[in-house]
């Protein structure tokens, strides 16, 4: 097939373009590689300055976290007695306080804390049997238990 001499420029036309055509695209192409990679490097370069000031600031809180830890431990560790040791069970934890414990402090606070401190011992000592009155302070359970029996 013969071509002719119109055709094999034309040919030679659309190849040169073509050529210039993909080395402008590599050109562009570059250039926003090259600034996408400004773009990280200037990014990498602010997290290296924030983990050159972080990762000392951490190792130290977390010095002084573990130090106070165990200085509250020490503070909270409680003598084992003789009888804890000889395979009885170690004694009850105390109650939790009440709201009378945490109230403020005024100086009718100690005569109130008497007062409720007296009643709650009239309590402990009254009677459980059915003779006791309703208001005893016995649970729901065991008062339907009784009703029950």
């Known amino acids: 097939m013969k071509r002719s001499l119109q055709e094999v420029v034309e040919l030679v036309v659309f190849g040169l373009v073509a050529l ?12 926003v590689l090259s ?3 400004l773009l990280l490097k200037a990014l990498a370069g602010l997290l290296w300055l924030l983990l050159r000031f972080v990762v000392p600031v951490a190792i130290v809180a977390g010095i002084v976290y573990f130090i ?3 200085l509250q431990g020490r503070g909270n560790a409680q003598p084992v007695t003789a009888a804890a040791g000889h395979g009885q069970a170690p004694a ?3 109650a939790a306080p009440s709201q009378a414990a945490s109230a403020p402090v005024t100086p009718s606070a100690p005569k109130a804390a008497e007062v409720a401190a007296d009643a ?3 309590a402990a000592q009254a009677p459980a049997g059915p003779e006791a009155p309703a208001g005893d302070g016995a649970s729901a359970g065991e008062q339907d238990s009784e009703d029950e029996a």
């Open 20 to 31: 210039l055509i993909g080395t402008g695209l590599l050109w562009v192409v570059g250039w």
């Open 35 to 37: 600034l996408g990679g």
């Open 68 to 70: 106070v830890k165990a």
């Open 92 to 94: 009850a934890a105390p």
């Open 120 to 122: 709650n011992v009239a």
